[in-house]
């Protein structure tokens, strides 16, 4: 299985709402990602979990919440989104969180919040 | 300041013609140089990736060159497909990464027109 699983594909949510984004992997990658992507922009980098330990947050509003509850697994649970939250949520994983090897991305949640 | 730039922003070709596109990075130490391919909507599968010692890397119709001493990145395009219609990102892993941290270049959108 060389593949990140990303789900829901799309999600539309009312501000006051509470949803969760999931993402699977069994490459036994040790790290995963968040990413937001606004069109015609690239990735921008949200968490990232190393050995199942949070170890980057970029600063995101705490309305965004992440977890992992093992190794293949990754959540990011939202509440209480603004509509400029909305924006295509990318999944990634590497071997571990040096940027070395095979990094791979989910196809990603596209979020709409009305 | 570490950036990752790309050119040309936006490039239309007709189907079965070759492409070039370009990546300059001021990433210096860095690791490894990747390609990603990216259909809207949709997260980015990877093209290609080299090492700082690598100049060359091909998968398939794609071949990615690689000048460490200048500093540049090509992604050469054979023979193209309606397929290859996508947004094209070079992406760079600073060497000693501290959390899989990427720089990420603003892509280039190809536009294969029959």
């Known amino acids: 299985d060389t593949e990140v699983t990303q789900t829901p594909k799309h999600l539309v949510m009312g501000m006051t709402n509470k949803k969760s984004l999931k993402c699977e992997q069994h490459?036994?990658?040790?790290?995963m990602y968040w990413y937001k992507q606004k069109a015609k922009k690239p990735p921008e980098l949200m968490f990232v979990?190393?050995?199942?330990?949070?170890?980057i947050n970029e600063s995101v509003p705490s309305r965004f919440s992440p977890e992992c509850p093992n190794s293949s697994l990754l959540n990011l649970h939202l509440h209480a989104l603004q509509p400029e939250d909305s924006a295509l949520y990318l999944c990634?994983?590497?071997?571990?969180?040096?940027?070395?090897?095979?990094?791979?991305f989910g196809s990603g949640t596209r979020l709409t919040v009305v | 300041k570490n950036q990752v730039e790309q050119s040309p922003q936006s490039l239309i070709i007709l189907e079965g013609k070759n492409c070039t596109l370009q990546?300059?990075?001021?990433?210096?130490?860095?690791?490894?140089l990747r390609w990603y391919k990216q259909d809207t909507g949709r997260g980015p599968v990877s093209l290609t990736i080299?090492?700082?010692?690598?100049n060359t890397k091909s998968n398939g119709r794609y071949t990615a060159t690689l000048d460490a001493d200048t500093k540049q990145s090509s992604l050469h395009i054979t023979a193209s497909q309606l397929s290859d219609s996508a947004s094209y990102i070079c992406?760079?892993?600073?060497?000693?990464?501290?959390?899989?941290?990427?720089?990420f270049g603003q892509g280039t959108e190809l536009s294969v027109k029959p």
């Open positions: 990634a994983s590497s071997q571990t969180d040096r940027g070395m090897g095979g990094y791979t």
């Open positions: 490459m036994g990658h040790r790290a």
């Open positions: 979990y190393s050995y199942e330990k949070l170890s």
């Open positions: 990546c300059n990075y001021t990433v210096s130490p860095f690791s490894n």
């Open positions: 080299m090492t700082f010692s690598e």
């Open positions: 992406v760079v892993s600073p060497a000693y990464n501290q959390g899989g941290k990427l720089i």
